[in-house]
């Protein structure tokens, strides 16, 4: 090779082979890692979305649960899914875990309250029970305990290995 022959003039022969090589698996890892970013912030926003539906709907089928005159002939039925939709957002709960530790303990704590604000009073799972206004004070347990649970889903979270 001559001194005259293009960019690779004066750089050692091994460099002007390695420098291409190197600067494609710098840009091919830096595109991967760019990818597995994005990967992961569309997995939070859908776990996220899923996660805001799954507790409005467990939180409107709660409230009409006491609420609605028809459902009191489906108690039992109605109280069976509501329990098992809150067993399906404590497992989509734990599907992502929260960056800080205390965070989990809100999390787990707001779900709590949500559960109990649902499903603690004696005539849950009463067919015999009576008809509640939409202003009781149950009715706006509930509703502050799903505005407290959304409010504590919004932390920070990452997919759980």
Known sequence: MGASQGAAAGAPWWLTICLPILTA???????????????????QQ???????????????SAVSHYVDSGA????PVSASL????????????REASCLDPSHAKLTFDALA?????????????????QVRDPNDGLCTRIQECEQALLVVIQKPRKKRD
């Open 82 to 93: 509501i329990i098992s939709d809150i067993k399906r957002l404590g497992g989509l709960l």
């Open 25 to 43: 698996v710098i840009a091919h890892h830096l595109t991967l890692h760019r990818e597995r970013q994005k990967s992961g912030r569309d997995w």
């Open 46 to 60: 859908r776990w996220l979305d899923d996660a805001k539906k799954l507790i409005s709907k467990i939180s409107d």
């Open 72 to 75: 009191i002939v489906k108690t």
């Open 113 to 129: 309250a949500f559960n109990d604000s649902i499903t603690a009073p004696d005539d849950f799972q009463d067919a015999s029970r």
